[in-house]
């Protein structure tokens, strides 16, 4: 999955989407204003005038529409203001508990997780339609620091852990590439329509009971209204039945590079093929989700279907497949085809923040980018952009933490104190200007349990840290407010308490700054910004030489090496100047990388690509150059490069 051109899709669909929902309101005004100027403007007035040579009565008519029409899509879209959460509750699902004892919600739990951290995004809510027997999921919120991925309990019970860990790849890839911000609006556009049906219809019992010619009219308007808003609403299904089966199509496209097969989510798709309940939801108001299910919610004509054909997605996934192929998989999914229980060992710390090589490759040399031809094939590079991972990984990144640790990260409490502690500088004990930090922000009991913290996280691989953070993310998100600022102003402290920045305690806390200052507004998170890679060239250039010094060890010949390809990547052909980081590097950092963060997409993309040429250039790619980059694309809001 490239992406980058999967945004550009998706803004292109907004694009159209925006286009065509504008015909199609200004298609109901007009037809609104005709059955208004019919009902109405025939009429002389009390000057015996015909209203109708008056522009007024349409133009209020036009206005009232267009405002009834945006302040009730406005209104659904702020009722949705919880994001992912609202939009799962709303359809009956209820959140999976983190010390779950139930094996399928269990599992549920560590594939959500697994493909979470090996994309490097924020572990989302998870939710289960407990009620619903066909096998379907979806994916919701605004950004990826509200997001919700749920699931039916019919996904659970059907499904081997490959075919499950393919829906949810699949809905991570609408995480990542921004559609929920777009079907949330949908939800809204599509509700601000609908509602014309509803106030025709009171119109219509009002004006039954009405004195005889004034009633008629008001009847006569009040069924225009419902016809009018059913046929626009018919439209606008047709609109984003459209939209959606263009982006699903690319969703799975995505799922098979996120696992790096095409059995999981194949084997998925052929199981609702089957399944006598097949996809089909039981919710009153499924069809206000349809747009991002898994599969279809119901039976649809063609014309309303927001996903291809079941067969035609399979044969996507498999070239060749027909009704006898599914024939055989029934028979042997009735044999029992078993399911992958077991769990691989421990990744490499430089797997478990999101690189791993495939079978016989160097560890850290993602197979689809040969190291030593970065400069000359810049084509490939692009690849580099893909949030895939290689499916035996992926149970590894959650194996590789300790289950006590895992337990400190399902409460806020417990979650805040390890969080702390894994910015501490030592793992023996708490230096003084840490303890009074941590003391002064949430008091002594705090820094007492932080202290014992120490302990576990001094047992604690350190690959194994910024993972740890991602597990950590849904109980601090449940913090308030104020708790989540005065946990960063710690953070910030703790960082500055030795009297220099570690990298490691910097990406931690960066990390967790970038993810809370998101969640605690998802509404407003960034969106594509504007601007051309030449207007942050010293932002970019100053990030390159970071990456480049400690990517090396700080050996000045061999970074400058690695910085140079990476300049060749975002300024062909131009001659840039080598850039010293200042020794109190942070702050600049910061600033360039929140100046990056406003690039456009293609830019973000060239940026993205010389931070992995830079990364690279050694045939390696360490732990610190691996976190360094999982950090960078946090704050650039854009997916973890994997090969």
């Given at each position: 999955m490239?992406?980058?051109?999967?945004?550009?899709?998706?803004?292109?669909?907004?694009?159209?989407?925006?286009?065509?929902?504008?015909?199609?309101?200004?298609?109901?005004?007009?037809?609104?204003?005709?059955?208004?100027?019919?009902?109405?403007?025939?009429?002389?007035?009390?000057?015996?005038e015909?209203?109708?040579?008056?522009?007024?009565?349409?133009?209020?008519?036009?206005?009232?529409?267009?405002?009834?029409?945006?302040?009730?899509?406005?209104?659904?879209?702020?009722?949705?203001?919880?994001?992912?959460?609202?939009?799962?509750?709303?359809?009956?699902?209820?959140?999976v508990?983190?010390?779950?004892?139930?094996?399928?919600?269990?599992?549920?739990?560590?594939?959500?997780?697994?493909?979470?951290?090996?994309?490097?995004?924020?572990?989302?809510?998870?939710?289960?339609?407990?009620?619903?027997?066909?096998?379907?999921?979806?994916?919701?919120?605004?950004?990826?620091?509200?997001?919700?991925?749920?699931?039916?309990?019919?996904?659970?019970?059907?499904?081997?852990?490959d075919?499950?860990?393919?829906?949810?790849?699949?809905?991570?890839?609408?995480?990542?590439?921004?559609?929920?911000?777009?079907?949330?609006?949908?939800?809204?556009?599509?509700?601000?329509?609908?509602?014309?049906?509803?106030?025709?219809?009171?119109?219509?019992?009002?004006?039954?009971?009405?004195?005889?010619?004034?009633?008629?009219?008001?009847?006569?308007?009040?069924?225009?209204?419902?016809?009018?808003?059913?046929?626009?609403?018919?439209?606008?299904?047709?609109?984003?039945?459209?939209?959606?089966?263009?982006?699903?199509?690319?969703?799975?496209?995505?799922?098979?590079?996120?696992?790096?097969?095409?059995?999981?989510?194949?084997?998925?798709?052929?199981?609702?093929?089957?399944?006598?309940?097949?996809?089909?939801?039981?919710?009153?108001?499924r069809?206000?989700?349809?747009?991002?299910?898994?599969?279809?919610?119901?039976?649809?004509?063609?014309?309303?279907?927001?996903?291809?054909?079941?067969?035609?997605?399979?044969?996507?996934?498999?070239?060749?497949f027909?009704?006898?192929?599914?024939?055989?998989?029934?028979?042997?999914?009735?044999?029992?085809?078993?399911?992958?229980?077991?769990?691989?060992?421990?990744?490499?710390?430089?797997?478990?923040?999101?690189?791993?090589?495939?079978?016989?490759?160097?560890?850290?040399?993602?197979?689809?980018?040969?190291?030593?031809?970065?400069?000359?094939?810049?084509?490939?590079?692009?690849?580099?952009?893909?949030?895939?991972?290689?499916?035996?990984?992926?149970?590894?990144?959650?194996?590789?933490?300790?289950?006590?640790?895992?337990?400190?990260?399902?409460?806020?409490?417990?979650?805040?104190?390890?969080?702390?502690?894994?910015?501490?500088?030592?793992?023996?004990?708490?230096?003084?200007?840490?303890?009074?930090?941590?003391?002064n922000?949430?008091?002594?009991?705090?820094?007492?349990?932080?202290?014992?913290?120490?302990?576990?996280?001094?047992?604690?691989?350190?690959?194994?840290?910024?993972?740890?953070?991602?597990?950590?993310?849904?109980?601090?998100?449940?913090?308030?407010?104020?708790?989540?600022?005065?946990?960063?102003?710690?953070?910030?402290?703790?960082?500055?308490?030795?009297?220099?920045?570690?990298?490691?305690?910097?990406?931690?806390?960066?990390?967790?700054?970038?993810?809370?200052?998101?969640?605690?507004?998802?509404?407003?998170?960034?969106?594509?910004?504007?601007?051309?890679?030449?207007?942050?060239?010293a932002?970019?250039?100053?990030?390159?030489?970071?990456?480049?010094?400690?990517?090396?060890?700080g050996?000045?010949?061999?970074?400058?090496?690695?910085?140079?390809?990476?300049?060749?990547?975002?300024?062909?052909?131009?001659?840039?100047?080598?850039?010293?980081?200042p020794?109190?590097?942070?702050?600049?950092?910061?600033?360039?990388?929140?100046?990056?963060d406003?690039?456009?997409?293609?830019?973000?993309?060239?940026?993205?690509?010389?931070?992995?040429?830079?990364?690279?250039?050694?045939?390696?790619v360490?732990?610190?150059?691996?976190?360094?980059?999982?950090?960078?694309?946090?704050?650039?809001?854009?997916?973890?490069?994997?090969?």
């Amino acid at each position: 999955m490239d992406f980058f051109a999967q945004q550009a899709r998706v803004r292109r669909s907004s694009r159209q989407l925006v286009v065509l929902f504008t015909l199609a309101v200004l298609a109901i005004v007009a037809a609104i204003d005709f059955v208004v100027w019919v009902a109405f403007g025939q009429h002389p007035n009390a000057y015996g005038e015909l209203a109708g040579s008056n522009l007024p009565l349409l133009l209020v008519t036009s206005l009232g529409v267009l405002l009834g029409i945006g302040g009730a899509s406005l209104y659904r879209i702020a009722s949705l203001s919880g994001g992912g959460r609202s939009v799962a509750e709303g359809v009956g699902a209820v959140p999976v508990a983190a010390n779950t004892s139930d094996p399928a919600l269990r599992r549920l739990r560590n594939v959500i997780e697994e493909v979470a951290i090996a994309s490097g995004v924020a572990v989302p809510d998870i939710y289960v339609m407990e009620d619903e027997p066909g096998i379907n999921a979806f994916a919701a919120g605004y950004s990826v620091a509200d997001a919700a991925v749920c699931v039916t309990r019919g996904c659970l019970d059907a499904l081997s852990r490959d075919e499950l860990q393919g829906v949810v790849a699949h809905e991570f890839s609408h995480v990542l590439n921004g559609d929920m911000r777009l079907n949330i609006r949908l939800m809204g556009l599509l509700f601000g329509i609908l509602v014309l049906t509803i106030v025709g219809r009171q119109i219509a019992e009002g004006g039954a009971w009405s004195s005889r010619r004034r009633g008629g009219q008001l009847v006569l308007l009040g069924i225009a209204l419902i016809v009018v808003g059913y046929i626009g609403y018919f439209f606008a299904r047709l609109i984003q039945a459209a939209v959606s089966r263009s982006r699903e199509s690319l969703a799975d496209a995505s799922a098979v590079q996120f696992t790096r097969q095409t059995a999981g989510i194949a084997g998925a798709l052929k199981k609702i093929a089957l399944a006598e309940a097949g996809s089909s939801l039981r919710a009153a108001n499924r069809h206000e989700v349809a747009h991002m299910l898994f599969g279809e919610a119901g039976s649809f004509n063609a014309l309303f279907a927001t996903h291809p054909p079941l067969m035609e997605r399979i044969r996507v996934l498999e070239p060749g497949f027909t009704e006898a192929s599914l024939a055989r998989f029934a028979a042997q999914a009735a044999a029992g085809d078993g399911d992958e229980a077991s769990v691989p060992p421990p990744l490499h710390p430089a797997a478990a923040t999101g690189f791993a090589g495939a079978a016989g490759a160097p560890l850290g040399v993602p197979p689809a980018i040969p190291a030593a031809g970065l400069a000359s094939a810049p084509a490939t590079v692009a690849s580099a952009t893909a949030s895939a991972s290689v499916p035996p990984a992926l149970p590894g990144i959650a194996a590789g933490v300790p289950a006590d640790l895992r337990a400190a990260v399902q409460q806020p409490t417990s979650a805040l104190v390890l969080v702390l502690a894994l910015a501490c500088s030592s793992a023996n004990e708490l230096a003084p200007a840490e303890r009074r930090a941590i003391a002064n922000a949430f008091g002594d009991d705090a820094a007492v349990a932080v202290a014992r913290q120490l302990a576990a996280i001094g047992q604690l691989d350190p690959g194994s840290r910024l993972p740890l953070v991602s597990l950590a993310f849904p109980a601090l998100r449940q913090l308030s407010d104020g708790q989540r600022q005065t946990l960063l102003d710690a953070l910030d402290a703790l960082v500055l308490a030795d009297g220099r920045v570690d990298l490691a305690e910097y990406c931690l806390t960066r990390l967790v700054r970038v993810q809370l200052q998101e969640a605690a507004d998802p509404r407003h998170a960034p969106v594509d910004g504007k601007k051309k890679l030449v207007a942050c060239r010293a932002s970019l250039v100053l990030v390159c030489a970071i990456v480049a010094i400690y990517g090396q060890n700080g050996d000045e010949v061999a970074a400058k090496r690695a910085w140079l390809l990476a300049m060749q990547q975002a300024f062909p052909g131009e001659a840039v100047p080598w850039v010293v980081p200042p020794r109190a590097w942070a702050k600049p950092f910061e600033a360039a990388l929140d100046d990056l963060d406003g690039l456009s997409p293609p830019a973000k993309e060239l940026a993205v690509r010389a931070l992995v040429a830079a990364v690279q250039a050694d045939g390696e790619v360490s732990l610190v150059e691996a976190e360094l980059l999982r950090v960078i694309c946090a704050s650039l809001h854009c997916p973890v490069p994997l090969g």
